[in-house]
T-cell receptor, first 113, second 113 residues
Framework: AAGVIQSPRHLIKEKRETATLKCYPIPRHDTVYWYQQGPGQDPQFLISFYEKMQSDKGSIPDRFSAQQFSDYHSELNMSSLELGDSALYFC????????????FGPGTRLLVL | KQEVTQIPAALSVPEGENLVLNCSFTDSAIYNLQWFRQDPGKGLTSLLLIQSSQREQTSGRLNASLDKSSGRSTLYIAASQPGDSATYLCAAPFTGGGNKLTFGTGTQLKVEL
């Protein structure tokens, strides 16, 4: 069965650079969530989209922005990167917002030097 | 702020043992609770989701229970195997929190030969 696809899987950036992470949800899933997991920490919710509209917002820095496109894929744009942005970034998808199962992608590991 | 706690933080058992992982949450008004498995540096694999109206869910050697009134969920793993070694996380969307998940602190399990 198709799963959530994230690209790239690994990314190395310098401080103050910009990064774009992509997420392709499971086919027919219309809701996408972004989470950040720092080293040794549990995942923290950043932002979510339902039917291309932002549906919820968590502890996402102002330097980050995200959107969901007409084909339901989503992109997380991160600017003015800081060392503390180094983390695993997960995307998850679900069908609707009826609090069903969220399926997670393999994550993008971002390292900021 | 909703808090999700998992005990123990780490667990080492010999192969073949039955074991119980615990998850406690402060807000009993949850819609569902999801258990995940995470291998080191990898993504999150959804194991079980229990709706608030259910008390148990089973999948193979895994059984998860939910007691909203006491704010607790348990994950029971029968006949543990070395391949079960991973970090296990519980997570739930809480009232007023949309569908974003609040994760527990995780239990790191090692099953030894």
């Amino acid at each position: 069965a198709a799963g959530v696809i994230q690209s790239p899987r690994h990314l190395i950036k310098e401080k103050r650079e910009t990064a774009t992470l992509k997420c392709y949800p499971i086919p027919r899933h219309d809701t996408v969530y972004w989470y950040q997991q720092g080293p040794g920490q549990d995942p923290q919710f950043l932002i979510s989209f339902y039917e291309k509209m932002q549906s919820d917002k968590g502890s996402i820095p102002d330097r980050f922005s995200a959107q969901q496109f007409s084909d339901y894929h989503s992109e997380l744009n991160m600017s003015s990167l800081e060392l503390g942005d180094s983390a695993l970034y997960f995307c998850a998808s679900s069908l609707g917002t009826a609090r069903g199962t969220q399926y997670f992608g393999p994550g993008t590991r971002l390292l900021v030097l | 702020k909703q808090e999700v706690t998992q005990i123990p933080a780490a667990l080492s058992v010999p192969e073949g043992e039955n074991l119980v992982l615990n998850c406690s949450f402060t807000d009993s008004a949850i819609y569902n609770l999801q258990w995940f498995r995470q291998d080191p540096g990898k993504g999150l694999t959804s194991l079980l989701l229990i709706q608030s109206s259910q008390r148990e869910q089973t999948s193979g050697r895994l059984n998860a229970s939910l007691d909203k009134s006491s704010g607790r969920s348990t994950l029971y793993i029968a006949a543990s195997q070395p391949g079960d070694s991973a970090t296990y996380l519980c997570a739930a969307p809480f009232t007023g929190g949309g569908n974003k998940l609040t994760f527990g602190t995780g239990t790191q399990l090692k099953v030894e030969l």
